[in-house]
């Protein structure tokens, strides 16, 4: 069963299917000229009784004539049968349109991304199959606010590959969605800030939400970004009462210290951090429960 991650991923190509030219162009491929571009059936059926089901398949028309299908793959770690449906699909797709096919496959981490890139010699002379992947060192960086309002999806995908670098690639990433999101059309800044917090690794997605909350608006919080803040000031707050205990000299057994860091009510931890400061034990601190 497909997992959270991996349809929060393939739902931006959903909502949007011209993100796949956007990134098939990064690869240097030249489109087709065309007029359409849309959603199709992710059914890639043959004269078999198997059914092949790709993630998303997008098609570009000129004057309602296909002229190109596209095959949209998300991969979260390395599946060596993939080597052996991908050419299905693309061959069916190709069979069912009559024209030129892609097939672009989304991994989230350069490792996967590489291995998916691996060419697939498919046994006849000159035929060999080879993937084109945007992994986090393919996606491109956007650093221009107005293509950010205009491409949300690329822009998201830009958060999630460069807000990982801890650096100003990263920071500059993520400024340019956050001054992007409240302007973006139909709610989309509210909706991406959710899919980029849950791609996000967890640092990396802490400095995100701390972006959010230092803008001072609501507009574009939702309340998975509330709930992600709520356990984050959560945590840092069962941290300093620990670290308060300890600063002090008081000894904290493991025991206590467990039971502190994983309390996720927000409401206790505000009651025990006062006295973690004067208590003279941390079991006068469980006593005022």
């Given at each position: 069963?497909?997992?959270?991650?991996?349809?929060?991923?393939?739902?931006?190509?959903?909502?949007?299917?011209?993100?796949?030219?956007?990134?098939?162009?990064?690869?240097?491929?030249?489109l087709?000229?065309?007029?359409e571009?849309?959603?199709?059936?992710?059914?890639?059926?043959?004269?078999?009784p198997?059914?092949?089901?790709?993630?998303?398949?997008?098609?570009?028309?000129?004057?309602?004539?296909?002229?190109?299908?596209?095959?949209?793959?998300?991969?979260?770690?390395?599946?060596?049968?993939?080597?052996?449906?991908?050419p299905?699909?693309?061959?069916?797709?190709?069979?069912?349109?009559?024209?030129?096919?892609?097939?672009?496959?989304?991994c989230?981490?350069?490792?996967?991304?590489?291995?998916?890139?691996?060419?697939?010699?498919?046994?006849?002379?000159?035929?060999?199959?080879?993937?084109?992947?945007?992994?986090?060192?393919?996606?491109?960086?956007?650093?221009?606010?107005?293509?950010?309002?205009?491409?949300?999806?690329?822009?998201?995908?830009?958060?999630?590959?460069?807000?990982?670098?801890?650096?100003?690639?990263?920071?500059?990433?993520m400024?340019?969605?956050?001054?992007?999101?409240?302007?973006?059309?139909?709610?989309?800044?509210?909706?991406?800030?959710?899919?980029?917090?849950?791609?996000?690794?967890?640092?990396?997605?802490?400095?995100?939400?701390?972006?959010?909350?230092?803008?001072?608006?609501?507009?574009?919080?939702?309340?998975?970004?509330?709930?992600?803040?709520?356990?984050?000031?959560?945590?840092?707050?069962?941290?300093?009462?620990?670290?308060?205990?300890?600063?002090?000299?008081?000894?904290?057994?493991?025991?206590?210290?467990?039971?502190?860091?994983?309390?996720?009510?927000?409401?206790?931890?505000?009651?025990?951090?006062?006295?973690?400061?004067?208590?003279?034990?941390?079991?006068?601190?469980?006593?005022?429960?």
């Open positions: 069963m497909p997992s959270v991650v991996h349809e929060t991923v393939i739902d931006l190509f959903r909502k949007r299917p011209t993100l796949a030219a956007t990134l098939i162009r990064e690869q240097g491929v030249a087709a000229t065309h007029d571009v849309r959603l199709e059936s992710e059914s890639l059926a043959d004269c078999k198997a059914e092949y089901r790709a993630d998303a398949v997008i098609v570009h028309r000129a004057e309602s004539k296909p002229v190109l299908g596209v095959i949209v793959e998300v991969q979260l770690r390395p599946d060596e049968d993939k080597r052996w449906s991908w299905v699909y693309l061959a069916t797709l190709r069979a069912r349109l009559q024209c030129d096919t892609a097939l672009l496959v989304m989230l981490s350069s490792k996967t991304a590489r291995e998916c890139a691996t060419p697939i010699d498919m046994g006849h002379p000159g035929w060999t199959l080879a993937p084109l992947v945007m992994g986090p060192d393919h996606l491109p960086r956007i650093t221009d606010v107005a293509q950010a309002i205009a491409e949300p999806e690329l822009a998201a995908l830009s958060v999630v590959a460069h807000g990982r670098d801890p650096g100003p690639a990263g920071q500059e990433a400024d340019v969605f956050y001054k992007a999101a409240p302007l973006m059309a139909d709610g989309l800044g509210k909706t991406y800030a959710d899919v980029v917090l849950a791609l996000l690794p967890k640092v990396a997605a802490r400095k995100f939400v701390e972006g959010l909350m230092a803008l001072g608006t609501d507009e574009y919080k939702s309340d998975y970004v509330r709930q992600w803040v709520a356990e984050g000031k959560a945590e840092g707050k069962a941290e300093d009462i620990v670290l308060a205990f300890r600063t002090r000299g008081i000894y904290v057994s493991p025991e206590a210290e467990r039971r502190i860091l994983e309390c996720s009510d927000v409401y206790q931890l505000s009651a025990w951090f006062p006295k973690s400061i004067t208590a003279d034990s941390v079991e006068e601190l469980f006593d005022s429960e």
